[in-house]
């Protein structure tokens, strides 16, 4: 790897590529000064673009002529397809059952073939390797080769034009492509500059990689965020990780479930889960950037609308917002005005309300009403909480 081939790479993605906007974010963190990297406004919804376009570019004309194979849970299936599109070149793309229905669907609009493999993106590369061996295609690895993370490389170039000052950079990592190319253009560049990693708690492959000093594959993962749900880094990208990368942290998905509600509600970006870590990892104070100028990399908005429900109701109870409180009273006219009537005092909005009657060890005439809230936060939460006990009611 060298700085001419992310240059290079700049050069030719200029007509290929959306140069990403940096957009402040003041209000995430008081922790430091905050910036976005906003690649899921990238022309396929991630940054996969840059890396998929950049080697297709460098191959032979012998080698666009056998067209190209790809495996992705859906971001560089994008990317490749795109890519090949605009270069006239057939493509065939593995992709895993746990994908998002909308990557599928948008990966075969841009005219690839797409054969869905069950189970994780892991499951899809052993079929797209074995199906390379017998069609003669060549095959675009998704984070381990040199040209494609000199692709995701221009990235870095471009924050540090638009954000000459930037004093750390945070970067979600999946197989370690994107992280390899920045780490390495940034260290180049400025020395100085940190780069952080995030990975998802479930799927902390290079996590453990750079704890344990050597690639590490793990037995399985469990996240949401299907666009870094990978079982092993590739050797590549471990030794640039462990050569330029300063640290990897990871967060839960309950952290990243938050980081997408705040970045709705605060940024007005909708990001897949894979896209937020990053910023997770700024929000729950994961990292050393205390006074510092950050630039958080959102990598990728393609979210699954099919659960994004889901995940706001994540993120709004993780932070208090929305809570559940079961209180135990006697049977009898008036005690649900009297608890309502404490809740709204206190300000809260009750939203659904069950009335159960209570279980074998407790009073007859009694019951258990299990009150949904919606509430400012934890703190709020547990106000009405003490508020109610004092009242004499017993909450559990």
Aim: aromatic share 4%.
């Amino acid at each position: 790897m060298t700085l001419d081939r992310i240059y290079q790479a700049a050069h030719l993605l200029k007509p290929a590529v959306r140069r990403t906007e940096i957009i402040p974010a003041p209000d995430i963190s008081p922790a430091c000064e905050l910036y976005l990297k906003a690649e899921n406004l990238q022309l396929t919804g991630s940054f996969k673009l840059r890396g998929a376009y950049f080697k297709i570019s460098m191959l032979t004309k012998e080698e666009k002529g056998k067209g190209v194979i790809a495996c992705s849970a859906g971001n560089h299936a994008q990317g490749v397809a795109l890519a090949a599109k605009e270069m006239g070149i057939s493509a065939t793309i593995f992709i895993p059952s746990v994908s998002p229905l909308a990557k599928i669907e948008a990966t075969k609009r841009l005219g690839a073939e797409v054969r869905i493999i069950d189970g994780i993106y892991d499951d899809a590369y052993q079929a797209a390797l074995e199906h390379q061996r017998e069609s003669g295609q060549v095959f675009i690895h998704p984070f381990n080769d040199e040209d494609v993370i000199a692709g995701q490389g221009t990235l870095a170039l471009e924050l540090f034009e638009s954000l000459p000052d930037v004093e750390a950079i945070v970067v979600p990592v999946g197989g370690g492509g994107l992280i390899s190319g920045i780490a390495f253009a940034a260290k180049m560049l400025r020395p100085s500059v940190k780069i952080y990693g995030v990975q998802a708690a479930g799927a902390a492959s290079m996590f453990a990689s750079m704890e344990g000093g050597a690639p590490a594959s793990l037995p399985s993962v469990h996240t949401f965020a299907d666009g870094i749900a990978v079982k092993a880094p590739g050797d590549i990208t471990y030794g640039m990780c462990r050569d330029y990368v300063d640290q990897i942290v990871t967060v839960s998905d309950d952290e990243i479930a938050t980081a997408i509600l705040t970045l709705m509600e605060q940024t007005k970006l909708v990001l897949e889960g894979a896209g937020a870590v990053s910023v997770a990892a700024i929000q729950f104070d994961k990292l050393p950037i205390l006074g510092k100028k950050v630039c958080a990399v959102v990598s990728g908005g393609n979210v699954d609308v099919n659960i994004l429900s889901r995940i706001i109701n994540r993120g709004l109870l993780t932070t208090g917002r929305l809570s559940e409180l079961t209180v135990e009273l006697v049977d009898k006219p008036g005690q649900l005005q009297e608890v309502s009537g404490i809740i709204a005092s206190l300000g809260a909005n009750v939203i659904k309300v069950i009335h159960n009657p209570s279980g074998e060890d407790t009073d007859i005439n009694g019951c258990l009403l299990h009150i949904s809230m919606e509430t400012r936060n934890k703190e709020h939460c547990q106000s009405i909480k003490e508020t109610m006990q004092k009242k004499g009611y017993r909450t559990l």
